[in-house]
Every structure is written in structure tokens, then in C-alpha cells.
């Protein structure tokens, strides 16, 4: 009975001391060339602990080198389902478009014997597409005349010629006009940019004049719609700064009532309508 309890025993221990480093190995990576594991026995202890042990198998001994591969094998990438479409690339936003303003100054010629007037104005607002604006703008256009005549002869008086001169009256006139306007870029991208647009709106004239031979004081104040037409060309500046000329048209028609001293009412009517040309900047934010 002793000795058969002993040859079991025996073999026993071997397959111990065989499955610990097997097991080792597959939960580990395999050690580097030339380095004994520390778990592993001699090989003459194992030959004595089993002596009629019989040598393993190719399928026994493989079977730890393949746990090992599907362990740290290479990573299989995840199945594509033939379903879903894949597409990699850049997200598509929504396009951010500017508020533009400009600035600018010139000057007006009207129709008939008035004299020129001098324009400066803002106009401003978002850009709905690249190529199309929405806005409002206010100008202020100013002119002014003066009638003289000569009182003497003239005379010279340290190298500059003096004309005594008399002013017998003078006169100004204040345009405000107050616009919603469309504007058109055709192309929004070149050297050289052409636009041209359009406004609507009321406009008030205030005119002022004063005789001084007679001492009569003139004031009165006009209202009505007007209308502005233009087209013009941008150069770009740095960033979204452009610097900008145009030729424009407008026209309008302004009204006031009038009471004369015998109480009859009656209307008084000014037709503005000429050419003129604008020079500014432009810029977006």
C-alpha cells in the first residue's frame, strides 16, 4: 500500500510543478531569451520525482503558447456592420456672416441753380447671404450761399488784393435722411469688388435764410420719401476692412403746409433729384 501511495504522490507534485509555470506563462508574457523563470524546477528534480512519468504530449505543450497568443496576440478590430455607412471628414457648419458698416463722405449736385451739397452718412447691417445686405443708414447733407456785392474799388494792403464786398443775404439747407436699403456683391472675393444697392425712406430739409437789406428772417422745415440709388467698387484691406467709392443717384420730394396772413392754406413743395459720389471705409464685425 506504501508503495503505491508514494509513486502517486510522486506524480502528483510533477504535474503540480509542470501546471504552476504553464499557468504563469499563459497569464503572463513570455519571459525574455535567457532568463529562467523562478517558478520552474530543475529538470533532474523532475526526472526523480517522476521517474515513469511519460513525456508530454505536442498538443500538451502547445496549449500554453496559444493561451499566451490569445492573450497578447495582435487586437482584432471591431466588425463593420454592411449596414451603416461610415464617413469621416470635416463637420459642416453653418456659415457666420459679418454686420458690415460703412462710412463715408462726398458730395451732391443737384438739379437747377442749387448749389452743391456736401454729404457725409453711416449705413450698416447684416449680410443675410455673402452676397446680399440688409440695413439702415442716416446721411446729413449740407450746403449754404451767400449773396454779396462790391461796395469799392480794390485796393492792395501788405501783397494781398482786398474787394470791399457787402453780403446782402445768405441761405442753408440741411437734408436728414433716414433710409432702409438693400445691397448686392455680386463677387465677394477679388482685388477689385463691385456692388451696387438701393434705399427707401423719409428725409427732412431744414432751410434758413435772412435778408439783411430788408432784415426778413426765413425758416422752414420740409418733409417727404426719398429714394437713393448706387453702385461703386471695394478694395480690401487687411482682415474684413475695404476701402470704397460710388456713384450714386437720388431723388425726392418734400412738402409743408403754410398758413398765409389772410388765413387761406396752401402747400409748398421742394424737388431734390441730382448725382453725386461717395468715398469711405468699410468694415465687418
Known amino acids: 500500500m506504501t508503495r503505491r501511495i508514494v509513486p502517486v ?7 503540480a510543478a509542470i501546471a504552476l509555470p504553464a499557468s504563469r506563462a499563459a497569464a503572463e508574457p513570455p519571459a525574455a531569451s535567457g532568463k529562467a523563470s523562478a517558478f ?4 533532474p528534480a523532475v526526472e526523480a520525482l517522476m521517474p515513469e512519468a511519460t513525456p508530454m504530449t505536442p498538443a500538451f505543450a502547445a496549449a500554453p503558447v496559444a493561451s499566451a497568443a490569445l492573450v497578447y496576440g495582435p487586437a482584432r478590430s471591431v466588425p ?13 457648419r453653418a456659415p457666420a456672416y459679418s454686420s458690415p458698416a460703412q462710412i463715408h463722405a462726398g458730395f451732391f449736385e443737384p ?14 447691417g447684416p449680410e443675410v447671404s455673402p452676397n446680399l445686405q440688409l440695413g439702415v443708414g ?17 485796393y492792395t494792403q501788405g501783397g494781398t488784393t482786398i474787394t470791399p464786398e457787402r453780403v446782402l443775404s445768405r441761405a442753408s439747407a440741411d437734408v436728414l435722411p433716414f433710409t432702409g436699403f438693400v445691397q448686392v456683391t455680386p463677387v465677394s472675393d477679388g482685388p477689385v469688388i463691385p456692388y451696387f444697392g438701393g ?13 439783411f437789406q430788408t432784415g426778413v428772417d426765413y425758416e422752414a422745415t420740409f418733409g417727404g420719401w426719398g429714394w437713393n440709388l448706387w453702385g461703386g467698387v471695394a478694395l480690401p484691406l487687411s ?3 475695404r476701402l470704397t467709392g460710388e456713384v450714386f443717384a437720388a431723388g425726392s420730394e418734400m412738402e409743408r403746409d403754410v398758413v398765409d396772413p389772410l ?12 448725382v453725386g459720389m461717395r468715398f469711405g471705409l468699410s468694415w465687418g464685425f
Do not use: C, M
Open 199 to 211: 434705399s427707401f425712406g423719409y428725409q427732412l430739409l431744414f432751410l434758413n435764410a435772412e435778408d
Open 80 to 92: 463593420r456592420s454592411e449596414a451603416v455607412r461610415y464617413r469621416r471628414g470635416p463637420s459642416r
Open 111 to 124: 438739379e437747377g441753380d442749387a448749389s452743391s451739397f456736401f454729404v457725409v452718412g453711416l449705413r450698416g
Open 40 to 43: 520552474a524546477l530543475p529538470s
Open 239 to 241: 482682415g474684413q476692412s
Open 138 to 154: 442716416i446721411e446729413w447733407w449740407h450746403n449754404s450761399d451767400k449773396t454779396r456785392t462790391v461796395t469799392g474799388d480794390p
Open 263 to 274: 388765413g387761406f392754406e396752401y402747400r409748398e413743395r421742394v424737388d431734390l433729384e441730382g
Open 9 to 15: 504522490a510522486a506524480l502528483a507534485l510533477g504535474l
